[in-house]
Each structure stands twice: as C-alpha cells, then as structure tokens.
C-alpha cells in the first residue's frame, strides 16, 4: 500500500488567495483526519471524517477553513481567503473503525503564506 | 489548555544509554495513550500504545509506562541508537468505541542520540 498521499507537499500563496490541500487516505479506513501543526500550538486536529461524513469540525480554526470528502478515497482541506498566520504543516491521516487505534499520517503539505 | 503535556521541548542522550521521555495529561477520561515518532519532512509514525488497564507495554527497545494516578506516562528507549533522533510525540484518547480515535497531542520533544 503506498500510505496517506497528500498533494502538494509545499504551498507557497500570497495573502487573500485560495489554498486547496489534498489528500487520499489508506484504501480500507474509514477515518480521515486533518491536523495542522506550528511551533506554537504543536498538532493539533482540526476535523475528521468517518464514512466520509464529518464527525467532529471543533478544531477548525474560522471560517475561512473548509473541509470535504466526496468519497472514501479523497479529501480536500481549502483555506479562503488565505492568511500569513495559516502559515503551518498540515498533516492527513487515516485508521480504521472502531475506538481509539494508530492513525496513520501523509507526508504532511507545507503551507507558507505571504 | 493543553491537555497533554510535554515539559522537555528536547532531550540530548549518549549511543547505548537509556532515553526517558515524558509526557503529562489533565484529562480524566483519557483511556489510550500513544506515541508518534516523527522525522524532519515526514508525517508521524506510530510507535507504541498502551491502553489504561494496563501500566506497562513493552516492545522491543521500547517501553511504554503509565501511571494514572498520577496522570503520567514515559517512553524508554533502551539501548538509544542514533537513528532514534527525531520528535517524539504523545498522544491521549477517551476510549468512545462508536465514534473513532480522535487524539490529542503533546507538543512533541525533539530526542537527539549522540553516537
């Protein structure tokens, strides 16, 4: 299996544009989670997904921040408008159902806004 | 507030000897505990867990101890090699079987094995 794949691995936006980060998770879990992680604040989950239906947004930061999943092998996190303290790695990862397990992460896409 | 908590940002340590990293939480529900390794430019990895009925999980060189009373686990390394340098990462969940694993972080602590 070739893991979570996210693309783009770096981002690199001017303030006031629209981000798109993607995501496609292990085939078979049917959890997907999205995490950003800066100095400040380490990882921290922004939503997660079970059978592609959100379970959980508290994490979101406003609402600028958006996040789908068509279906079980895709998901889009979309930051508009972006802003330069959206600065940060942003990390997809996947698991299977049912109570507390490994999850198991992308190679995270590194976003810098200008 | 920080419901998992990783008071060494670092931890330097010599090839062979032991590294103890620690990790704190103030949620009682918390019944999972994990830790993540994470290498420069990669996601997190799962390296070894421990659920709260028990108080020690061993796994190779690691070795997982918690204490709920005090609401404080550790991960020991032993013998540290250097390909152990990277952030580790501590991770807490409520066992809630119906609605998946949501995990709270540490803020990481970056182990640096000397050779």
């Known amino acids: 299996d070739a893991g979570v794949i996210q693309s783009p691995r770096h981002e690199v936006t001017e303030m006031g544009q629209e981000v798109t980060l993607r995501c496609k998770p292990i085939?078979?879990?049917?959890?997907l989670f999205w995490y950003r992680q800066t100095m400040m604040r380490g990882l921290e989950l922004l939503i997660y997904f079970n059978n592609n239906v959100p379970i959980d947004d508290s994490g979101m930061p406003e609402d600028r921040f958006s996040a789908k999943m068509p279906n079980a092998s895709f998901s889009t996190l979309k930051i508009q408008p972006s802003e330069p303290r959206d600065s940060a790695v942003y990390f997809c990862?996947?698991?299977?159902?049912?109570?507390?397990?490994?999850?198991?992460f992308g190679p995270g896409t590194r976003l810098t806004v200008t | 507030d920080q419901q998992v908590k990783q008071n060494s940002p670092s931890l330097s340590v010599q090839e062979g000897r032991i590294s103890i990293l620690n990790c704190d939480y103030t949620n009682s529900m918390f019944d999972y505990f994990l830790w993540y390794k994470k290498y420069p430019a990669e996601g997190p990895t799962f390296l070894i867990s421990i659920s709260s009925i028990k108080d020690k999980n061993e796994d190779g060189r690691f070795t997982v101890f918690l204490n709920k009373s005090a609401k404080h686990l550790s991960l020991h390394i032993v013998p540290s090699q250097p390909g152990d340098s990277a952030v580790y990462f501590c991770?807490?969940?409520?066992?809630?079987?119906?609605?998946?694993?949501?995990?709270?972080f540490g803020e990481g602590t970056q182990l640096t094995v000397n050779p």
């Open positions: 991770a807490a969940s409520p066992w809630m079987e119906t609605s998946g694993s949501r995990l709270t």
């Open positions: 085939s078979g879990h049917d959890y």
């Open positions: 990862a996947s698991s299977l159902a049912g109570g507390p397990s490994e999850q198991y």
